[in-house]
């Protein structure tokens, strides 16, 4: 039996899904690249050797339609889970820097609930 809330059902349980737009997925370089600003696609985890799970989102860019896949810190996480932030909200990521002093990079982060996407 083929559950057409698959994919839906695993990004609720944070199982790592692979985009079904077939496009690739970049991985966002904060102090490189820029903001990010679009709209959320999945999010997922992985398992690395030495920080333990590790959580990610990917966006769709609202400029150029292309995936961008951020690494979510803890304070990251947080703020999406305070935002209740979900597939289909829109993004916004900004990368603040790291202050004199701090260990930490900041960030700025705005999730806009966007139910109307999918209707």
Wanted: glycine content about 8%.
């Amino acid at each position: 039996m083929n559950d057409k809330f698959s994919r839906l059902r695993a990004i609720q349980q944070n199982k790592n899904t692979k985009p079904n737009t077939g496009q690739k997925v970049k991985f966002w370089k904060y102090d490189q690249d820029g903001d990010i600003l679009g709209t959320i696609r999945e999010f997922g985890r992985f398992d690395h050797p030495y920080f333990g799970e590790q959580h990610t989102v990917v966006v769709q860019l609202a400029d150029s339609n292309e995936l961008v896949s951020a690494f979510l810190n803890q304070w990251l996480q947080e703020g999406m889970r305070r935002q209740q932030a979900e597939v289909g909200d829109l993004a916004l990521i900004i990368f603040l820097g790291r202050k004199p002093g701090e260990r930490y990079n900041e960030f700025m982060l705005h999730i806009d609930k966007n139910s109307s996407e999918f209707f």
